[in-house]
């Protein structure tokens, strides 16, 4: 007990000491941050628990409409992006603040989460200092981050002429396609910035400033079919089964290991007969152990920090398929999905200015995270028009399962370390 009193006693010393290296008025939108977390965290159990599953357009349009209010509250322009009916996708919401003082801000999050309707509901439940519910770290819990941070400049007057785009998209955690379409208003808002911030899940006293980006790949094996007894003859071959393992283990053998390139066949279906559904990611295969396979299908994702290594990848994979067994044939096709975000100077530059509000505050250092700790984001797609940042916001673990939680002690830090974020690149 001692011992936490202690800790609690320093904590409390060596924030008010770091404290003096805010301005007055920072110090003022710090205090409304921490004072006004309790309203923050019944927002998020308001929106936690209404179902927003990425194919619940019903339930995206609800929550949207939640923070529009909260939007139009803090004078920001708000409209709904709709989607066309045959993308299946809700849309998203936009938030529009104009002004000419500071550099011009896009912040981002999204309305959706990965659990759908149909899944069992978990709601918003406090666990002594943690929160789970379903997206209550990803990403409800940030997207209350960047309205709690807006509310903390407005009480100061420090949102007046400055130029913030917000865009909460209803698709993130399954885009719509085509991305064209689906991440237009984005890469549009980022046209009208100079700095883009994402509220993805903080993880620890980090800062993302380069993320990898994730594509598919589709492989089709063709064999001669045969009675078995004829497999490895001169006119039946290795079978499409044998082909496919030598594809596989080689790019296995041939490109594991090379930092931030991950690979990863997915889904394989083989046989004599192969009727691949690929709208709901399944399929069905016939064939008998008598009979040399005929063809095999293989989906697979890539993932990479940058266009260059995903090319480099892509024409490694490609030679790969091209040294068939005997009477075999493959081919591979590539999907483009979410870009990599690059770790650039004017990134770093961000993490930097992250890492002296955190200190000013007395929180600490923030350093960089591993790109491969984190998977895609929207960030990426704006990630070479902007510098950018992401990883502002909530701090949680278990993340797309039903152990989904936020840590509620870290909500007052992470939205004053937003709300200062944002105040110093608007001066």
């Known amino acids: 007990m001692k011992q936490s009193l202690s800790l609690l006693f320093c904590l409390f010393v060596c924030t008010s000491l770091f404290a003096d290296n805010l301005s007055p008025v920072e110090k003022k939108i710090s205090d409304y941050a921490k004072a006004h977390t309790p309203e923050a965290l019944a927002l998020i159990e308001q929106t936690v628990n209404i179902n927003s599953g990425t194919m619940n357009p019903e339930g995206i349009r609800q929550v949207g409409a939640i923070y529009r209010k909260e939007f139009d509250a803090l004078k920001f322009q708000t409209s709904w992006s709709e989607m066309p009916a045959d993308m299946d996708r809700a849309g998203h919401l ?67 002429n400055t130029q913030i785009i917000v865009v909460f998209h209803g698709d993130e955690e399954d885009a719509g396609s085509p991305i064209e379409v689906s991440r237009k208003d984005l890469i549009d808002a980022a046209k009208r910035s100079d700095i883009a911030l994402a509220f993805e899940a903080a993880m620890g006293m980090t800062g993302t400033i380069a993320r990898r980006g994730v594509s598919s790949w589709t492989l089709t094996v063709t064999g001669t079919q045969s009675h078995s007894s004829d497999i490895f003859t001169p006119d039946v071959g290795a079978g499409a089964v044998f082909e496919t393992s030598r594809i596989l283990n080689s790019f296995y053998d041939q490109m594991r290991g090379e930092q931030y390139l991950t690979f990863n066949p997915a889904l394989i279906f083989g046989g004599t007969e192969v009727t691949p559904d690929d709208e709901h990611s399944r399929g069905t295969a016939f064939g008998k152990t008598n009979v040399v396979a005929r063809t095999v299908t293989v989906d697979g994702d890539i993932r990479t920090i940058s266009v260059e290594q995903l090319e480099k990848a892509r024409e490694r994979m490609r030679k790969i398929v091209e040294l068939n067994l005997p009477k075999t044939s493959a081919k591979i096709e590539f999907v483009d999905g979410y870009p990599g975000m690059a770790p650039t100077e004017g990134n770093k530059k961000l993490l930097k200015m992250l890492d002296q509000a955190s200190r000013d505050l007395g929180y600490g250092e923030i350093t960089p995270l591993d790109p491969a700790a984190r998977g895609a984001g929207d960030i990426s797609f704006v990630s070479t028009q902007v510098d950018c940042l992401d990883g502002l916001g909530a701090s949680g673990n278990g993340g797309h399962t039903n152990d989904e939680d936020m840590d509620l002690e870290a909500m007052p830090m992470l939205i004053q370390r937003a709300a200062i974020l944002i105040y110093r690149l608007t001066r």
């Open 94 to 160: 936009i938030a529009e603040h104009k002004g000419t003082q500071g550099k011009r801000l896009l912040l981002i999050g999204h309305l959706d989460t990965v659990f759908e309707k149909d899944t069992p509901f978990h709601p918003f439940t406090r666990i002594g200092s943690r929160a789970k519910g379903q997206g209550v770290n990803d990403m409800k819990g940030g997207d209350v981050i960047v309205i709690y941070a807006l509310k903390a400049l407005q009480s100061v007057g420090a949102l007046d």
